[in-house]
């Protein structure tokens, strides 16, 4: 399970302008009075910030450790949260659904296939479908192999990273040190893996949409409109 130890620490860990984030999405749509599907929504940072401005929001994840965070730092009528597995299907239209910071990362490409094929039945007309991913340079050269290491108030984690050039996956494992009362240390690890995807795969995967495309040397920012 991904997201599971590290939960605790991700709100620390991540060095990430949330504020700067969002208004490249308010530069390129408008979230005003809409009904939003967020799939991936960890500790909840763009939920909570997305809420006062729409109608609703339903927030899903994959790590009941991230949700949970969630539903801590958030509470609202507006807002429902869910826990979802690779089965989970959703009942309702949407004005958007938004995967949002590196969610499509850590998708295979076959379930973001699938996920794109079935959320053509969730979106209003006119709906979009928003995410952003972090870019092949970022995944394979400025992570690369690279080893980072941080201190948390409980003791340390290391990032270590390992990028395959012919899958194009990133693995990554990061190590947990919790300091224990006696002076040795716990170590607790999880693995992760993300894939790149380029303008050419999203545009293989989303035959059925139009597609409008930000692409920068770190993240590129994709929003996809039902084909009429
Ligand atoms: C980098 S975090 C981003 C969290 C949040 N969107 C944010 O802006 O901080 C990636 C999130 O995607 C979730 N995730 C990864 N794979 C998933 C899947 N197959 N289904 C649902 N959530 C998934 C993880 O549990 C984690 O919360």
């Not at 994709?222 to 009429?228: E, N």
Request: charged residues 30%; negative net charge.
């Amino acid at each position: 399970m991904i997201y599971h130890r590290l939960a605790d620490y991700y709100d620390q860990l991540m060095d990430f302008d949330y504020e700067a984030f969002l208004a490249v999405w308010q530069s390129l749509t408008d979230f005003e009075g809409q009904d939003i599907f967020e799939y991936g929504c960890g500790t909840g940072n763009m939920t909570a910030r997305l809420l006062p401005l729409v109608r609703s929001i339903d927030a899903a994840d994959a790590s009941p450790d991230m949700l949970m965070l969630a539903r801590q730092k958030i509470q609202s009528p507006k807002l429902r949260f869910f826990l979802v597995d690779e089965d989970f299907s959703i009942a309702k239209t949407y004005d958007k659904i938004c995967l949002f910071v590196d969610v499509v990362n850590y998708l295979p490409p076959s379930q973001f296939k699938h996920l794109l094929e079935r959320w053509e039945h969730n979106l209003h007309p006119g709906g979009e479908i928003l995410f952003d991913v972090s870019s092949e340079d970022k995944l394979s050269r400025v992570l690369g192999d690279q080893i980072y290491r941080y201190d948390i108030p409980e003791g340390e984690i290391y990032w270590i990273n390992d990028y395959d050039e012919t899958t194009k996956r990133l693995d990554f494992s990061l190590v947990i040190y919790l300091e224990q009362a006696d002076e040795t240390f716990l170590r607790e690890e999880e693995y992760h893996t993300q894939y790149v995807y380029t303008a050419d795969d999203i545009e293989r995967l989303a035959k059925n949409y139009d597609i409008t495309a930000r692409l920068t040397p770190e993240r590129d920012y994709y929003s996809l409109r039902k084909k009429k």
